[in-house]
Structures are given as C-alpha cells and as structure tokens.
C-alpha cells in the first residue's frame, strides 16, 4: 500500500476555508490520547484548556493580551511568508523592540518626562526591531547568505544582549539584586483599557495593524507585488517587480511589529524589563500565520485561539499538575496537522495497490 | 601544556555534537531535502538519551534511545515534507518546536538526576603520552564514532553507486526519476539517517558532555549544525574543518570569561552565534559565481504516475 499525491486540477477553494478546522480537531483528537498517556482525565483537561478560560472575565482579557503580541507579529511574518522570505527571527525582533523602547523608560525614570516618553518608546522600538530584522535581509539580498539561519542566529544574540543589559548597567538598584529594571514610570506605560482590568491599548494597535495589513494585500499594488513574487516568481520578474526589494521591505515591515509588539508588551503587562519577557511568542507567531492562512483576519483568530492555549495550558498546569511543556507540544502538533492539511487544497491524498495491480496485470 | 591539553580536549569535546549533527544533516541536503528541524531532533535526543542511560545505567543504550527518538522524529518530517509534500522549510520549523516541547515533556521527570557519563578510552601507556596522549587515546566512544561517521559518509558519497544516486537525487529530482530511482525512497532513509545522527548528537549532550539533562541544553547547535552545513559547501572534509573551528570558538569564549577579561560573559556567550552569520555572509559572498548547493535542495518533488 502507497501513498500517493495527484494534483488538483486547480485550489479548492471549499478545503482551503476548512482546512484550518480540519487541523484543529485532528489536533484534539492527538491530545486526547496524549491526555490518556500522561494519566490525565482527557475530558477535564480538554475543559481546562479550551472551556475554563472562555468562562470569565479575566481570563478573556488575559487572552486578548496574550494575543496582542502574537497577531502584531505573525502579521508581519505572513507579509515575509507570502513574499517567500523566511524570517523566523521574530522573537529576536521582539527582544531588541522591547530593549530599545525600554532604554528610553529608563533613561526618564524619576524625571518629570511628558507624555511623549510612551510614543516615543513605541517608535523607537518599531525602528529598533526594523533595523534588527534588515540584516538578515540585507545579508540575503546583498550576499546570498540563508536569512533562516542568520535570523534564528540574531535570536540568542538578542536575548544575551537582554539578559546583560538587566544584570549589568540597567538592574534596578532596589531589585533586591533580581535581574530587572525598575518599574516604569505612568508616563511609560501602556495604558489600561478597563481600570483595574487587563486588557490595555495594545490590543487596539494590534487591531489596527491587522486592518492595515488587510488594506494593503487585498487593496495596493505593492501587497499585490508581495503576493506574485511569491507565488510565482518568474512573473513577478517578468512584470518587473523587484523580488529583493520586497524581501528587504517585509522584513522591515515584520521586524518594526516585532519590536513595537516587544515594547507594548515590556511597558504594558510586565511594567520593566526582565529575561524571560516572551514565552516564545516569536516561534508561536510562525503557527499563528500559517493558521491563519497567511491572512490577516486568519491569522486575528489563529491569535486568540493560540493565546487559548497559552491561558488554558496555564489553568491546566495549576488544576490538574498538567506540565507547560504539553502547551508547546499542542503548538507543535497543530503546525503539522495545518500544514498537511494545507497539502489537500493542491493534492488529492489516494491509497495505491501496486502489487495488486501487477497480479491483475500477469493474469 | 597542560592548559593546551585541556583546550584541545574541550574543543574536540564542543565540537563533537555539531559534527554528528551536521554530518546528519549534510546526508540529508545531499538527497535534495533541507530538513530545519535539527534542533528538535536533538533536543528530543538529548531528552529520550539521558532517559534511556538514566533507567538501565548504561550509556551505550541511551546513545542508542537517542538514535531511535531522532530517527522517529525524523520520520514525522519525511512523511510531511515527502509524502504530504509539505514546505520543507515549514516542516522544519514545525519539527523544531514540537521538538522542544516533547524534550521538555520526556525530560521532567529527569532534571536534577546524575548518570556516570561516558568512560574514556585508557590505554596505558598510550594514553600517559605529553599534550596528544589523551587527545588521541582518552577521548570517549562518541568522539571516535564521530571521526568515523563523517570518513565513512565522505567514502559513501563519493566512492559508492549509491552515494552516487543520492547525490543525482539531491542535484535533480527529475531526472533521478526518470532513470527509475525511487527518490522519495532514497530521500526518506537520507532523512532517517539525518535524524539518526541528530538524535545521537543530542544524547551525546547529557550522556557525554555534561552528566545531567537540562531543558533547552541544545541551545541552538541543532541550527549552528545547519550552518556548518552551508559553511562546508555540502563536502564531508570542510564539515569537519568547521565543526572543530566552532568547537574552539566555543571554548575559546568560555575560556575568555574564565580569565576574566573584562568582557561582560553575555557578549562572549553571543561569539559563536555572531560567528555563524559572518561565516555564512563571507562564504555566501566568497560563493557569488554559483551556488555549491544540491541544486534540488527544499523543493518539492511529487512523481508522475
């Protein structure tokens, strides 16, 4: 028995919108038997994961917090993925966004600094996590070096950068000697959405960048020029469209949401700067945007499913002693399971008999 | 000398996981597949070796519990990237990050535990010998095994009939096809052995390098491997040129800290990352002519019927 792909004669259009679902719950159905291994009541924890959070309040904000980062950045990892650049540095755009904004927190701290210190931070972090994401850029269109491996390779280089900057010249001095900064100054945090809630200005940047990224690949010609180079790269050349233009602009482009998304998240629910600010919301945004289908209201919902995961696995770990790692796993189970789905809307999957048919053959 | 001694141990040491790996890892490009999950096979490696040498206390079976998890692992991607004909580059990345959560699962109930690590080869008088005693009789079975598996992959390539197809597979698919190869045979055991080699690098970590497992002790060798790749031009000798260049720089750095120049230890720590992107940026420009590339390489193949 074999394996075998035909070729659709062209996409289906009808798997192309279940697929995702398809995914999901192949996924469900793998932690259901995962559950079962780990000795865990696989009904309970399926409540605690998917089910608790969605009950109240605070866990609903908490979720759209946890999104926030996630859809800022995969947003611009489906801008790179659909030119064909491979950035899978985000989380290293994240840490040098959340460094350079704080650098200004820090520097006015105690100062009687207006209101411009959060706009400025937020700028200067978007330029930061943009200029961080232009060399592997740079490095690709300039000299031909793979931007997957030097953009995953400015990741730790990032963090290093952090975990020094915490330890060595920025460590509050009445931390008790933990590696932080101080808190930051109100003139340098995000403002709450709610008093005494969760849920703050960040998420309505992330809705704005997700508006803005739908405008500018269903509506401009330059998101039209991201899409044909590449999906089909000969005519994007023959239409003139420069291909290494695009590569160095989407990576801008996913490094400035990156960074700003580092900073919002620095000055917004942590307050200072520590190691440790993101649980890998850089390599979860790779599954957000492929979830997502590499569209921008795909990949809001993607975001918030995800940041399900993140506050279900939590509540999951502290109700039933299911261990955080399972969370990643899921995430992993679920990349695969979208990316083969995604191989149905090109290909029919049929099961082959090749020996059958020599026998009918000789006969 | 005896400084010298210790450095060179330490880098043949360092060196050794990045040369399995990458040894793994450049069977698997040759064959036309570039497989980014790595790392995951290594982290899952590490992770199911400590776990194998921990449960029956012998190093020699957790080598082999790390062969098996990395070649399983690498079984999920071959049946993504070869039989789905999924992105390869998706799959990797996929493969990585489940990768990190099973290690992080497996390993829990192990951190904190101590195995004997692996004995070094002692032959007296050999071994007693000044600066390259040690080094050549007293390394531990890995770093032996290493040596052999990368002369043994350079023989395979270049001196045998099917080093010969796997390489036709690598440059064009195709073709290989139409000479009657089954090339998405050839590249899932070239995908397999990748996986094999991954997964035996990763168990090296705790079984060998350190005597306990940590989450994350990988810590990124499974993606300085896929450099190595890119750096050795796709050749078994210059593999090993870089795998023992990063080794030292490895050491190099640590040793650094340890003498305390007043370098803050996170910058040192960030050297050998640093390192991967100007040698993948020198090679790259060095290479501009043409690429040595399998000329196949991450693209996908599905066969005409």
Redesign the interface.
């Known amino acids: 028995m074999q394996l075998v792909l035909e070729k659709r004669a062209e996409r289906s259009g009808t798997i192309a919108l279940v697929s995702p679902l398809i995914a999901i719950g192949l996924t469900v159905v793998t932690m259901i038997i995962l559950f079962a291994i780990l000795g865990k009541n696989p009904l309970l924890a399926l409540h605690a994961y998917f089910i608790a959070p969605l009950t109240d309040g605070y866990s609903l904000q908490e979720i759209a917090v946890k999104a926030t980062p996630l859809v800022m950045i995969a947003i611009g990892l489906s801008l790179c993925y659909l030119a064909n650049a491979w950035n899978i540095g985000a989380e290293g755009q994240f840490l040098v966004g959340a460094v350079a904004g704080s650098w200004i927190a820090v520097k006015t701290q105690g100062t009687d600094a207006g209101a411009w210190v959060l706009p400025a931070m937020l700028v200067l972090a978007a330029a930061a996590g943009a200029l961080y994401a232009l060399i592997p850029a740079i490095c690709k269109v300039k000299f031909g070096a793979s931007e997957i491996l030097t953009s995953l390779m400015l990741v730790y280089v990032a963090d290093l950068f952090l975990d020094y900057l915490v330890r060595g010249p920025w460590r509050d001095p009445n931390g008790f000697n933990f590696p932080t900064t101080a808190e930051f100054d109100p003139v340098a945090t995000v403002p709450l959405l709610i008093e005494g809630g969760r849920l703050h200005l960040g998420s309505i940047i992330a809705l704005l960048v997700v508006a803005a990224a739908a405008i500018l690949l269903g509506r401009t010609i330059k998101g039209f020029e991201i899409r044909v180079v590449g999906a089909a790269p000969r005519a994007a050349r023959f239409g003139g469209f420069n291909a290494n233009q695009l590569i160095v602009l989407t990576f801008a482009v996913s490094g400035a949401l990156a960074g700003l998304a580092g900073i919002i998240e620095v000055a917004g629910p942590i307050g200072h700067l520590q190691p440790g600010i993101s649980p890998g919301y850089g390599f979860t945004a790779i599954i957000v945007a492929f979830l997502g289908r590499l569209n921008p209201l795909g990949i809001l919902i993607a975001g918030l499913f995800l940041a399900l995961t993140f506050i279900g696995g939590e509540q999951a770990q502290i109700a039933m002693k299911i261990p955080l790692d399972v969370t990643k796993v899921f995430q992993g189970i679920l990349l695969f399971y979208v990316l083969a789905c995604d191989s149905l809307i090109l290909y029919r999957f049929k099961l082959s008999f090749p020996n059958r048919q020599v026998a009918r053959g000789t006969h | 000398m005896e400084l010298i001694e210790a450095i060179i141990l330490a880098v043949l040491a360092a060196s050794t996981p990045l040369l399995i790996a990458a040894t793994g890892e450049l069977v698997t490009e040759r064959s036309g597949v570039l497989n ?1 999950g790595v790392e995951g096979m290594m982290i899952v490696g590490a992770a199911c070796g400590f776990a194998g040498a921990w449960l029956t206390g012998s190093v020699f079976i957790g080598a082999l519990f790390g062969i098996i998890a990395g070649t399983m692992m690498s079984l ?1 991607f071959a049946l ?1 990237a070869l ?5 390869q ?3 990797g ?3 990585t ?6 290690s ?2 497996i390993g ?1 109930g192990f951190v904190g535990e101590r195995i004997t690590p692996a004995v070094h080869l002692a032959i007296p008088g050999l071994t007693d010998i000044p600066l390259v005693g040690r080094v050549l009789f007293g390394e531990d079975g890995f770093v032996y095994f290493s040596i052999a598996l990368i002369v043994g992959v350079w023989w395979f390539l270049y001196r045998t009939r099917a080093g010969l197809i796997l390489r036709a597979c690598g440059d064009n698919h195709a073709s290989a096809h139409a000479l009657g190869y089954p090339v998405l045979r050839i590249r899932t055991f070239a995908v397999m052995f990748g996986g094999a080699c991954a997964g035996l690098a990763g168990a090296y970590l705790p079984l060998a390098y350190t005597p306990f497992f940590i ?1 994350g002790m990988t ?2 060798r499974g ?2 491997a ?2 190595l790749v ?1 750096f050795s031009s796709w050749r078994p000798g210059r593999l090993v040129i870089g795998a023992y260049l990063f080794g030292a720089v490895t050491i190099l750095q640590l040793h650094a800290q340890g003498w305390g120049v007043g370098i ?1 230890s ?2 040192m ?2 050297l050998p ?2 390192a ?2 100007i040698v ?2 020198l ?3 060095a ?2 002519g043409g ?1 040595t590339a399998p000329a196949a390489l991450g693209t996908v193949f ?1 066969p005409d ?1």
């Open positions: 980014l999920i993504m039989g789905l004909a999924v992105n580059v998706a799959t990345l996929a493969l990050i489940l990768g990190v959560g099973l992080g699962l829990a989450p810590a990124g993606w300085i896929l450099a890119v803050p996170q910058f720590s960030a990352y640093l991967t992107v993948l940026i090679l790259s420009r290479r501009s690429s599905v019927r």
